[in-house]
């Protein structure tokens, strides 16, 4: 299902193309456009719940609600928000999970870590909440950072440069050691 749908020159749009994902507000507003794999769609009791699938051809990242907040994990949370704001599924529809559909081993794994049981529980409508307001928050102060041309050299992972396949041509290296004093620090907390 895309969202934001823009035509390549000649096409047509897709017959059910959503509208962009919009987030922050006034002058600061992003759009956003993409595209998801599947959206599994359900009741529980008296409510619509949906599932977000996303197709790997290889292991797919599991990660946390903390990740989302840091901005690197965006790629589902933005799916989840696209598909309510569009109201597709009603004006309430509640998010089930967020999975991983790994097309050349596991089949589905949950995308989200945190749940301890073996069944696929629902998500908590506060885990929800703090995942589109995340967004709303953060969207807008990256693509700014962005539009002020800063491009961080940044990895989550302090060891990254000891097993790197790319470790000879990445900059992290370089970076982390002068950080502090070129203040190369790529924090996207409010100011």
Known sequence: LPFGDVPLRGQQPHPHAQPFATFGKGAEQVRVQGQIDRIDVGRRGSETAFAVVDYKTRQGQRFEIKEVREGLALQLAIYVAAIRQSKLLGPDA????????????????????????????????AALAEIEQTLHDLLPRMAARIRHAEFPVHSADEHCTGWCYYSTVCRVAQVRSVTEERQKIWNLAPP
């Open 94 to 125: 509640g998010l089930f999970q967020l999975f991983y559909w790994n097309l050349t081993r596991d089949g589905c794994v949950l995308a989200l870590k945190g749940n301890k049981s073996k069944r696929w529980e629902p998500m908590e409508p």
